[in-house]
């Protein structure tokens, strides 16, 4: 069950980050969070790593229907790895919002950034067959409000954007909002909370929460 859960929130949060669009109620508000440097090398130890030594973590993104590498790290036998970021091409490069939904309406500001996005996981092979996906983060289903994780987005420049983005009907809405300054290079960004138009997600930047932890699904 705790597995079923843990899939249902990574498949809600990549649907809604994947996007990133948003910020909050008020899309001409103001951000107050500090820029945030863009990273540079991704490490950590993945909690109760019992599968050996034969699997690699491997950071990539897609474009046009084929994957991009960016780094790659074996993961040891306690499940430490370690992955050096390289930027990615400007030609695989897409303009922000990088997938825009019909049933979605969004508020930005500013309204159409000039900035180029690309998104990435953590991935896990072994061999060339991908078996699972690294994730940061503490998805507690019984600590909604205060649950988080960690996802990767490339942009070409610095910005700041606010806004909002909200998905379905009046019978049922989802809500992203968005505040956060994007460095140019790889960021790490937060989404947290439910993400009901009663209690809306967020996507943020800022400091990595030290109640997470590194965890594998795997496929």
């Known amino acids: 069950m705790l597995r079923i859960i843990l899939l249902k929130y990574i498949l809600f949060v990549s649907g809604f980050l994947l996007i990133v669009l948003t910020g909050c109620s008020d899309p001409a508000g103001t951000v107050n969070t500090p820029n945030y440097p863009a990273i540079k090398v991704l490490s950590g130890k993945i909690q109760g790593w019992t599968y050996g030594v034969d699997k690699v973590a491997q950071f990539s993104g897609g474009f046009n229907n084929q994957a991009y590498i960016f780094g790659s790290s074996p993961i040891d036998s306690a499940g430490n790895f370690s992955i050096t970021l390289t930027d990615p091409p400007d030609s695989i490069l897409l303009a922000f919002p990088s997938d825009r939904l019909e049933f979605c309406t969004y508020k930005f500001n500013p309204a159409n950034p000039a900035v180029k996005e690309l998104k990435a996981n953590i991935n896990v092979l072994r061999g060339s067959q991908l078996v699972g996906i690294i994730h940061y983060g ?81 496929f």
């Open 138 to 218: 503490n998805m507690d289903p019984n600590n909604i409000p205060n649950r988080f994780t960690e996802i990767y987005r490339y942009f070409d420049s610095d910005f700041v954007m606010t806004g909002q983005r909200v998905c379905g009907d009046s019978l049922s809405r989802e809500v992203l909002n968005y505040n956060f300054n994007g460095s140019k290079g790889w960021n790490a960004l937060f989404v947290r909370g439910e993400g009901s138009e009663s209690a809306p997600a967020s996507l943020s930047s800022g400091n990595r929460p030290p109640d997470g932890f590194w965890m594998i699904l795997f």
